[in-house]
T-cell receptor, first 115, second 110 residues
Framework: NAGVTQTPKFQVLKTGQSMTLQCAQD?????MYWYRQDPGMGLRLIYYSASEGTTDKGEVPNGYNVSRLNKREFSLRLESAAPSQTSVYFC??????????????FGPGTRLLVL | GDSVTQMEGPVTLSEEAFLTINCTYT??????LFWYVQYPGEGLQLLLK?????DKGSNKGFEATYRKETTSFHLEKGSVQVSDSAVYFC?????????FGAGTRLTVKP
């Protein structure tokens, strides 16, 4: 099992450019999540997907869009990157949305720098 | 809304010292509580968890007890090693959402 994988590992963008961050999991999990990690602020939820075909906003969704392509894959798109989106992005998955006892599993992260 | 507050770092200890990282939470329901660890350049890994009051989670010599009366979930280890150097995150989840603390960086010196 690879667990949760993310591509790319590192990306540099210019302001206004667009890009898509890819995430895939091979654990047959229903729920998937995108977080951003900024110094001193922990992880903040951008979007999540409870199951294939559904997506919902998290705490900081502005400037992002997501697609739950199938059960395995959940992508995050920046349509017009801004320096404020410089961050480390983590994808995570969990077996189901409901059931607070369940563990989230994280990918290795994508480090994004917007100039 | 639900939130987690953990002690600010960084924390620097000598090898074999005792570790405590404080974590308190605010929640309207009955959350599950987690400690995650992040090693340099990696994603978060679950360290331990507790799902109800008075439960003790433990793993790799670390432990934390879910204290409902003090709304706390402090992380402890009796004797830290250099390999424990990492960032530690306290988190809670109450069904849909997982909320994280800001993280505490631990450095253990030989």
């Amino acid at each position: 099992n690879a667990g949760v994988t993310q591509t790319p590992k590192f990306q540099v963008l210019k302001t206004g450019q667009s890009m898509t961050l890819q995430c895939a999991q091979d654990m047959n999990h229903n729920s998937m999540y995108w977080y951003r990690q900024d110094p001193g602020m922990g992880l903040r939820l951008i979007y999540y997907s409870a199951s294939e075909g559904t997506t919902d906003k998290g705490e900081v969704p502005n400037g992002y869009n997501v697609s739950r392509l199938n059960k395995r894959e959940f992508s995050l798109r920046l349509e017009s990157a801004a320096p404020s989106q410089t961050s480390v992005y983590f994808c995570a998955s969990r077996r189901s949305l409901a059931g607070g006892q369940e563990t989230q599993y994280f990918g290795p992260g994508t480090r994004l720098l917007v100039l | 809304g639900d939130s987690v507050t953990q002690m600010e770092g960084p924390v620097t200890l000598s090898e074999e010292a005792f570790l405590t990282i404080n974590c308190t939470y605010t929640a309207t329901g009955y959350p599950s509580l987690f400690w995650y660890v992040q090693y340099p350049g990696e994603g978060l890994q679950l360290l331990l968890k507790a799902t109800k009051a008075d439960d003790k989670g433990s793993n790799k010599g670390f432990e934390a007890t879910y204290r409902k009366e003090t709304t706390s979930f402090h992380l402890e280890k009796g004797s830290v090693q250099v390999s424990d150097s990492a960032v530690y995150f306290c988190a809670l989840t109450d069904n849909n959402d997982m909320r994280f603390g800001a993280g505490t960086r631990l450095t253990v010196k030989p």
